[in-house]
């Protein structure tokens, strides 16, 4: 499918930090975002739902829709679990340089202003779509609202709800959303000064880094707009050392704390930016020195949030 028309204007708009679009190292990147993929899931026993907020083991969605997909780990991962969906997944870069299983259909296009267009109503089917049915019934975003501002960041939100499948036999569409939230890793950052440094960078380039703990108040808010939502939060606090107490959760993360370093460094290679100014080799350096350190007690924090349409 071609791009929308819309898309070469959105990008000229919109500046995603973290994303493989601004950057040539592709293999390094897809290896980046499986890792991180591979390192939640079997955290979570090889399931994409985190068993905390699966209000229905076994369930078995039809149509799966993922806004921001990256180089495809979980559209992938959703497609070999539920082989007999049909799994969109759209994101602003190039489609993944990677095989991809029959059932996932990939789309180009900018999520902050080409989804009513791809999807113009709940109750017609999408021209993206076979026309089978109306509505998702697993919507994911991960790492992407990050990027945007808040109120961008909440049109998005608004948006996806609308189009899960409406309530049925055995309950609605799932949105589910995963985003980090750096207020703990700053207060927690290390034993000097290079953690604190590190994150006040994270900060200035992101849009929102704090949006994790917003979500859940992001979802409630769809209510305004009529779509009304049971939300269910989980959050993850993991070390990003190895000093951790729970084997499980310290190799969750360490290997979350290495995705994030290999993501600054990304953004660090591609120099004379003003958004990755700051994001310089040596303060990488400092700040690995100081998680290595064995008095770092910096812990990062995911907020996975779950939001089952009524």
């Not at 979980?74 to 049909?86: C, G, L, M, R, T």
């Not at 499948?165 to 055995?170: I, Y």
């Not at 900060?203 to 880094?209: E, G, N, Y």
Request: aromatic content about 8%; proline content about 7%; charged content about 20%.
């Amino acid at each position: 499918m071609q791009a929308p028309p819309a898309l070469a204007e959105s990008q000229s708009q919109h500046r995603y930090v973290f994303d493989s679009l601004k950057t040539s190292e592709v293999e390094e990147d897809s290896a980046r975002l499986d890792a991180v993929h591979t390192a939640f899931t079997a955290y979570f026993g090889g399931n994409l739902i985190p068993p905390a907020l699966d209000d229905r083991p076994g369930w078995k969605p039809v149509r799966i829709l993922e806004l921001g997909c990256g180089h495809g780990s979980w559209a992938i991962h959703a497609a070999k679990q539920y082989p007999e969906a049909e799994i969109i997944a759209i994101d602003i870069a190039e489609a993944p340089k990677r095989p991809l299983p029959p059932n996932v259909h990939f789309i180009r296009a900018d999520i902050t202003k080409d989804l009513p267009s791809l999807f113009p109503s709940e109750s017609e089917p999408s021209p993206a779509s076979s026309g089978s049915k109306s509505g998702f019934d697993l919507i994911h975003i991960r790492f992407v609202l990050t990027h945007l501002p808040p109120p961008t960041a909440q049109s998005v939100i608004r948006t996806a709800a609308r189009l899960l499948t409406p309530s049925g036999g055995g309950g609605g569409g799932l949105l589910l959303l995963e985003d980090g939230d750096t207020n703990n890793t700053l207060l927690t950052s290390g034993p000097g000064d290079a953690g604190n440094k590190f994150w006040r960078v994270f900060h200035r380039v992101c849009a929102d880094a704090d949006v994790g703990s917003k979500l859940s108040g992001y979802l409630r808010d769809c209510s305004t707009d009529g779509v009304q939502l049971e939300v269910k939060e989980y959050m993850l606090l993991m070390p990003a050392h190895a000093n951790g107490d729970d084997q499980a959760l310290t190799k969750l993360g360490t290997a979350f704390h290495q995705f994030v370093m290999r993501t600054a460094r990304l953004v660090a290679q591609r120099g004379n930016n003003q958004k990755s100014d700051g994001f310089t080799e040596e303060l990488l350096d400092e700040y690995e020195a100081e998680v290595a350190s064995p008095d770092c007690k910096a812990e990062h924090a995911v907020y996975f949030c779950a939001a089952r349409r009524l």
